[in-house]
């Protein structure tokens, strides 16, 4: 899960980072058209931050029965 987070903030980053050095490279006169699609990856970040909080909270309960025994 931490791999797979850091893993999608990298691609968000090189994402808007290729898209204005793509911008400066043809020149002015072409704009960056971020499409409803570039919200993806972020959505993605915030399922997979909640997803590795229930994993957390999942392995400390387990944790927590261990001792029990």
Same mark, same amino acid.
């Given at each position: 899960?931490?791999? $797979?987070? /850091?893993?999608?903030?990298?691609?968000? &980053?090189?994402?808007? +980072?290729?898209?204005?050095? @793509?911008?400066?490279? *043809?020149? $002015?006169? /072409?704009? &960056? $058209? +971020?499409?409803?699609?570039?919200? /993806?990856? *972020?959505?993605? *970040?915030?399922? @997979?931050?909640? &997803?590795?909080?229930?994993?957390?909270?999942?392995?400390?309960? @387990?944790?927590? &029965?261990?001792?029990?025994?």
């Amino acid at each position: 899960g931490k791999l $797979n987070f /850091i893993l999608v903030c990298l691609l968000s &980053a090189l994402v808007f +980072y290729f898209s204005e050095t @793509v911008e400066t490279v *043809l020149g $002015n006169n /072409i704009k &960056a $058209n +971020y499409q409803p699609v570039v919200i /993806i990856p *972020l959505v993605s *970040l915030v399922l @997979v931050f909640l &997803a590795n909080k229930s994993i957390k909270k999942d392995d400390d309960l @387990v944790r927590s &029965a261990d001792r029990l025994r």
